[in-house]
């Protein structure tokens, strides 16, 4: 069996609401503005998704199932490059969290484990992740996201 001990965690806080957050993340519409990529599915547990490059050739880059929904507070999807999909040992998973506190902030936490210390994915998310959710924020505070 593959050792898949390695995570990653980030935590951010958006003057948003939880709506907004959860929205960003699931409608391929507002995802392609700060993300450069649509998420696509259904979002019922069960149901596959795919994480489309927004351009020309649209490649499916990232697929998985969905695990669980509590919308707006919880997303849980497992995560795989659409080349070894199906492969156990490749699959990994993401959990966002979506939190209301006081003052009118969201604290977002997302957790990417499952993963296999030291692969390719562990490195491409820990750069990854934190520019695509910097972007998110700037989105949902100023209606602008980063090129990425």
Do not use: C
């Amino acid at each position: 069996m593959t050792d898949k001990s390695a995570s990653f965690v980030y935590v951010t806080y958006i003057r948003t609401t939880p709506e907004k957050v959860y929205e960003a993340i699931t409608s391929p519409e507002i995802a392609r503005r700060y993300w450069g990529h649509e998420n696509v599915s259904e979002w019922t547990p069960g149901a596959k998704w795919e994480h489309i490059r927004a351009n020309e050739e649209r490649p499916v880059e990232i697929v998985g199932e969905v695990i669980e929904t509590d919308p707006p507070r919880r997303l849980v999807i497992t995560w795989s490059a659409a080349s070894k999909a199906g492969d156990p040992d490749e699959e990994s998973r993401v959990t966002f969290e979506i939190e209301e506190t006081d003052g009118g902030m969201v604290k977002l936490v997302v957790t990417h484990d499952q993963l296999q210390p030291g692969s390719g994915m562990e490195k491409g998310i820990g750069k990854g992740w934190p520019l695509v959710l910097s972007s998110m924020k700037s989105f949902l505070e100023t209606g602008q996201g980063m090129d990425l």
